[in-house]
Nanobody, 123 residues
Framework: QVQLVESGGGLVQPGGSLRLSCSAS????????MSWYRQAPGKQRELVAL???????KYVDSVKGRFTIFRDNAEKTVDLQMNSLKPEDTAVYYC?????????????????WGKGTQVTVSS
């Protein structure tokens, strides 16, 4: 069984910074793409940033230049450094990962989600 656990959320003033962390545990043979999503009240969940196992990164336009996604394959973690935070960044942030849980060759990964961590940007 695989678990993703997020940490690092909280309340921050506009212009401030937060770093979110997500740690994967369980039966893991390989982690493909790791991502951060967010869902604001009354809105659909959106992809914020992703990082592939080859360290290729992509960001939603609204966070480019402010957020940076990192991963540590040995530790099975993915972090999201968020700078210059704005009130519109307020949301629950979810960790997502495509994880191969079987050692059988060519088996596809499965998608796993964390439970989310609240980020509130307010003065």
């Amino acid at each position: 069984q695989v678990q993703l656990v997020e940490s690092g959320g909280g309340l921050v003033q506009p212009g401030g910074s937060l770093r979110l962390s997500c740690s994967a545990s369980g039966t893991i043979f390989h982690i493909n793409t790791m991502s951060w999503y967010r869902q604001a009240p009354g809105k659909q969940r959106e992809l914020v940033a992703l990082i592939t196992d080859g360290f290729v990164t992509k960001y939603v336009d609204s966070v480019k230049g402010r957020f940076t996604i990192f991963r540590d394959n040995a530790e099975k973690t993915v972090d999201l450094q968020m700078n210059s935070l704005k009130p519109e960044d307020t949301a629950v942030y979810y960790c997502n990962a495509d994880i191969v849980t079987s050692g059988v060759p060519l088996v596809a990964g499965k998608e796993f989600w964390g439970k989310g961590t609240q980020v509130t940007v307010s003065s």
